[in-house]
């Protein structure tokens, strides 16, 4: 199978897992994984752990597995309590970093607007930037799917064409498939990862397009990732259940590994 934006698995703990668990998911890891997963360079994991693990993570991961902070101020620094700055992820080697997740929009306040602005601020700092858009339950019944990514890649995601090596990452999360359970269907994931795509050719460019690797969130585990990362359009998956084991994270990189082919 074609897959010429290789594949990436990346891990969203959430708020789980501190220090000690994060040591022996990584120890567990170490043990299993082998290390010619990653020799062609087509497959890329990245873990996503709370703040207070980050170190940690960042310590005891191998060195094919990149480690990403769960959300940054757009400021470098200053009175923003209980946030954190790039140059305080990147004193700790850490240059991933995840973006309007829907959590971080639910419950957090965080809008189109203050997505948009740390994601401009940690590019411009040479992070990576896993950003993520996906519509609610009522908008996909309402038949507003597309409506809603319009907006939210106009308004959120920088421009793109400023970053044309792979460091923005599109991640398609519909909200409704979150921890319920509920998968998109491959057929309902390609659709719009498809849609995506194109919006991206029309606004960006054909290069730009190709180049941007869009990721699939909501509810992915071992046993349907397989299907997923069959659809064309679909570089990868932004996992959150499923990646806090060391076994079952290490089932969905054997799985990327498979559709590399
Ligand atoms: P889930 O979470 O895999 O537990 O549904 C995905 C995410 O929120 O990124």
Redesign the pocket.
Same mark, same amino acid.
């Given at each position: 199978m074609k897959k010429p934006r290789g594949i990436l698995i990346a891990g969203?703990w959430?708020m789980n897992q501190g220090p000690r668990e994060t040591e022996q998911f990584f120890s567990q890891l170490k043990q299993m994984i082998r290390p010619d997963l990653f020799q062609k360079d087509l497959l890329k994991a990245c873990v996503i752990p709370p703040a207070v693990s980050l170190e940690k993570a960042k310590k005891e991961a191998p060195s094919y597995v990149q480690i990403g902070a769960q959300n940054a101020h757009w400021e470098k620094k200053g009175a923003f309590t209980g946030e954190l700055s790039g140059p305080l992820l990147q004193e700790l080697g850490i240059s991933w970093v995840l973006a309007g997740?829907?959590?971080r929009r639910q419950y957090f306040g965080e809008t189109d607007s203050t997505v948009r602005k740390r994601a401009e601020s940690l590019l411009g700092q040479g992070f990576r930037v896993i950003l993520?858009i996906g519509e609610t339950r009522s908008e996909r019944e309402s038949g507003k799917t597309e409506e809603v990514l319009d907006r939210q890649l106009s308004e959120t995601v920088p421009n793109l064409n400023s970053y044309l090596d792979g460091r923005v990452i599109l991640?398609y999360?519909p909200v409704w498939?979150?921890?319920?359970?509920l998968t998109a269907t491959p057929e309902q994931a390609e659709q719009v990862h498809h849609w995506i795509r194109n919006f991206l050719h029309q606004k960006t460019g054909l290069k730009t397009a190709e180049q941007t690797p869009v990721l699939y #969130?909501? /509810?992915?585990?071992p046993e349907n990732i397989d299907s997923l990362l069959k659809c064309p359009n679909v570089d990868g998956a932004?996992?959150? #259940?499923? /990646?806090l084991k060391a076994e079952s994270f290490y089932a969905l990189l054997e799985a990327g590994y498979k559709a590399i082919g």
């Open positions: 969203n959430k997740h829907s959590e993520c991640a999360e498939a979150i921890g319920t359970g #969130g909501g /509810s992915v585990t932004l996992v959150g #259940g499923a /990646s």
